[in-house]
């Protein structure tokens, strides 16, 4: 079963930044793309970013310019720096294979609060 533990939200105010970690468990993390998905209050949860095996990134239009994903697959750890931060940003993030293979369990994400 594998573990995904997301770690490195806040509180920060528009136009600031904030750099999210999720370390994955398991043997398979460098042979497959990851992906970071956010959901906020009373809507669906997105992919806003993803990275293949090869270092490939893919984004989101929302994010895409102000959002860079990148991995270590020593570390077995995916990142998402975020910058410009905008209040339109705030949800939980979370770590995850894109779909359609993303795994059923789901770690317990971490709050991105965007505000003044």
């Known amino acids: 079963q594998v573990q995904l533990v997301e770690s490195g939200g806040g509180l920060v105010q528009p136009g600031g930044s904030l750099r999210l970690s999720c370390a994955a468990s398991?043997?398979?993390?460098?042979?497959?793309?990851m992906g970071w998905y956010r959901q906020a209050p009373g809507k669906e949860r997105e992919l806003v970013a993803r990275i293949s095996v090869g270092g490939l990134t893919n984004y989101a239009d929302s994010v895409k310019g102000r959002f860079t994903i990148s991995r270590d697959n020593a570390k077995n750890t995916v990142y998402l720096q975020m910058n410009t931060l905008k209040p339109e940003d705030t949800a939980v993030y979370y770590c995850n294979r894109p779909p359609p293979f993303a795994y059923s369990y789901w770690g317990q994400g971490t709050q991105v609060t965007v505000s003044s």
């Open positions: 398991g043997s398979m993390f460098s042979v497959v793309s």
